[in-house]
């Protein structure tokens, strides 16, 4: 009940009712169990602490009995009383009731509370009820108790309000409503403060999991010291793919799976105290010594926790988790120091290993902000049309002309300066800025390769980066419609690219799915930078590409006796036997091209043909160089070094 709030009418009538058998001892006694009533019931509505309440209750309600002390009790979920008030009973007595199991034979309290009625004992030496609670009563003096019991307004006992005794006797009938009367006081106490403590609970525990949410993690934060360092630290645990298992399996399964991840986390590390954070994020306050010393062991015991399957509705799920650590450091003066290192942490290890840990260290600040920089540039330059294309030719080695292009995101600064992609790669870590960098790349392309073909101009393909996260968007197929369809380009001019990271390193179905989709729809896909990854090769026969690109760390390294040409000799044999193209990347020099050439690979780029350019002189190279033109000529590798901006890998 809250300051403004007051008695339900029903109740106030009751109280009423229960005074008016004072009327007939006069007008003073009238105004007296007014003036008492209208004390507590003001203090309840001005929301007074609970102990200050019920201590003023036992006070001003002995006025009107002869002899007799007060002590109120409640009962917890477990079923033990606890003692709330009893300003005129030792705290020795009071605390010795504290924890007794309610029951039947468990004082006159106990019993109330057990048989939810009035209890008299007249004679607590020789009644039933008190025979395992007497000698704690008896040396005081008290000589009988009578309890009532406090009600909540389901009828419920929720505790007890107890009247001791100097002499063995039962109350009066007066006495007895009297007591009625404060136990309904009690009772309202009782009720306003069960509504703040579930008020607070909602605003301090996660209704799903049941844990202590952001607000409880907050307050938490900020009782933690910072004098000793490397007292405490903090994991921030983020679920992989949740929005993926909402979006395939239905709500009903991502609650499930986080029910089960956070029960995981506190049972793994427990006694230390974790608390859900966000919609797929839960923290933990490491406070035990075995979980600082060895941060990485505890981590890794965390994921194998969260790791185990999970059932649900007939479907069995893996849950992931990425982490990021840190612990208290020297320097770090607040706690919100250690909470955004730990921040930093979990989002490098987002970008850099999903589904590991990373344990912050002093440069992570540094790249996060590069990051936060580049994010903001593109953004601005998507915003302001600064972004651009330019083309890099992909050669056929054996006649040396162009066989298509590699699309090349560039971006303007604001002094004019056309940046390369490699200058702002960075920002490709943000899943929105990719994504929209992505659609803004294919509608340039759609546009050019339109205005080629308008030209007649030999342009048989054009290939265009892609990320995971325009799978993870789920409408990679939809700009491509859209850009393509706009000026009715057939598909099988683009080749989508994708990072041999991205095709193996999400263990979830979403890219492989994708990529059979657009293959399905007849659009190409190429494998870059294959070779960098470490990736099972079986990838190829479960999720089928059409290109390889040989990465330019081998090229670049071919000579007759370095191991990178066995690495390339075997990656170009595993391409002919699965009937995949393959296009080495990175070529620089003439002996590479004579080595692939005799290795049996018969697609090239890289700067010995030309650097990228833009799309007019694009045009200039179809135009002179592209295969099928009439007249076309071999493209000469000298004459192009000069051109363009570096490739971006």
């Known amino acids: 009940m809250g300051p403004l709030e007051a008695p339900p009418l029903i109740q106030i009538s009751k109280l009423y009712a229960n005074y008016a058998f004072g009327r007939r001892k006069g007008a003073a006694w009238d105004r007296c169990l007014l003036k008492f009533r209208n004390t507590i019931l003001e203090q309840i509505a001005k929301g007074s602490p609970l102990e200050e309440i019920l201590d003023r209750l036992c006070i001003e309600a002995k006025q009107f009995f002869a002899s007799g002390h007060f002590t109120i009790l409640a009962v917890d979920p477990a079923g033990m009383l606890r003692p709330l008030a009893g300003p005129a009973l030792p705290n020795a007595y009071l605390q010795a009731m504290d924890g007794l199991l309610v029951g039947p034979d468990v004082g006159s309290c106990g019993s109330a509370i057990y048989h939810n009625r009035f209890v008299c004992v007249d004679d607590i030496e020789n009644d039933p009820k008190w025979a395992a609670c007497k000698q704690l009563a008896l040396p005081l003096g008290f000589l009988a108790c009578s309890s009532m019991p406090i009600r909540n307004e389901d009828g419920q006992a929720i505790g007890a309000l107890a009247l001791y005794f100097d002499e063995k006797r039962a109350p009066t009938p007066t006495e007895r409503s009297l007591m009625e009367t404060c136990a309904e006081l009690c009772g309202l106490a009782l009720a306003r403060q069960q509504r703040i403590l579930d008020r607070e609970r909602r605003a301090t525990i996660d209704a799903l999991t049941g844990l202590p949410n952001r607000a409880a993690f907050d307050e938490a934060l900020m009782q933690l010291r910072c004098e000793l360092p490397g007292s405490w630290g903090l994991f921030i645990v983020d679920v992989d793919n949740l929005k993926i298992t909402n979006d395939t399996f239905g709500h009903d399964a991502g609650d499930v799976l986080l029910r089960a991840v956070g029960q995981r986390i506190a049972r793994a590390m427990a006694p230390d105290t974790v608390f859900r954070t966000g919609g797929d994020e839960f923290t933990i306050i490491i406070q035990g010594a075995d979980f600082l010393q060895d941060l990485y062991r505890a981590a890794e015991i965390l994921i194998a926790a969260i790791s185990a399957p999970a059932e649900h509705d007939g479907h069995t799920f893996l849950p992931r ?32 290993m999903r589904g590991g840990f990373v344990r912050y260290w002093p440069g992570i600040g540094t790249r996060m902000a590069y ?16 972004i651009n294309v330019r083309y890099q030719p992909i050669v056929c080695i054996e006649t040396r002309q162009i066989v298509g292009f590699e699309a090349l995101s560039c971006m303007k600064n604001a002094s004019g300066r056309v940046l390369p992609a490699s200058l702002f790669q960075e920002a490709f870590s943000d899943a929105r800025v990719s994504a929209e960098l992505t659609k803004r790349v294919l509608a340039i392309v759609a546009q050019d390769i339109r205005s080629w073909l308008d030209q007649a101009l030999p342009v048989r393909q054009v290939n265009v980066n892609v990320s995971s996260a325009d799978f993870y968007f789920g409408n990679l197929h939809e700009k491509i419609d859209r850009s393509f369809g706009e000026h009715s380009i057939p598909l099988d001019h683009l080749v989508v690219e994708v990072t041999e990271d991205a095709y193996l390193g999400q263990r979830d179905k979403v890219v492989s799915s994708g990529i059979r989709d657009l293959r399905m729809r007849g659009i190409k896909v190429a494998l870059d930078d294959f070779g960098t990854g470490f990736a099972a090769l079986t990838h190829l026969l479960t999720v089928p590409i059409d290109i390889l690109k040989v990465d330019q760390s081998f090229v670049r390294k071919l000579s007759p006796r370095h191991p990178s040409t066995a690495i390339v000799r075997g990656i170009l044999q595993i391409a002919r036997d699965l009937g995949i193209e393959a296009i080495a990347e990175g070529v620089e020099a003439a002996e590479q091209i004579e080595m692939l050439a005799e290795l049996g690979c018969a697609r090239a780029q890289g700067y010995i043909f030309s650097r990228p350019v833009s799309r007019s002189k694009a045009i200039g190279l179809l135009r002179r160089h592209g295969i099928g033109v009439p007249g076309s000529l071999p493209l000469a590798t000298q004459d192009y070094l000069s051109l363009g901006s570096r490739k971006v890998a």
């Open 321 to 352: 988790c990425t982490i990021g650590g840190a612990v208290l450091a020297p320097t770090d003066v607040m706690p919100s120091a250690v909470r955004r290192n730990a921040d930093f942490a979990l989002y490098h290890a987002k970008e850099t």
């Open 371 to 386: 990051r936060r920089d580049a994010v903001r540039n593109v953004s601005d330059a998507l915003g302001d049309d600064r």
